[in-house]
């Protein structure tokens, strides 16, 4: 009996707990420096820019 392959839907993900999708616009060549960042530390792009997001609302606060 031949099996069906499930089909791999590309693009959308399955969100990583309760993470929600944020748009934001950037220059490309600072897209490019993270994402050149993520690679080399082994972490995905959005992980790298939460953890910039954190960094900033910290020192915001601090003010």
Known sequence: MIEKKKTVKR???NPLGDRRQ????MSPDI???IKKAAIEDDRAA???MEEAARQW???RNEK
């Open 22 to 25: 944020f748009l934001t616009m």
């Open 46 to 48: 959005w992980d790298v």
């Open 11 to 13: 693009g959308r993900r």
């Open 57 to 59: 609302l910290e020192r």
């Open 31 to 33: 897209i490019r420096a």
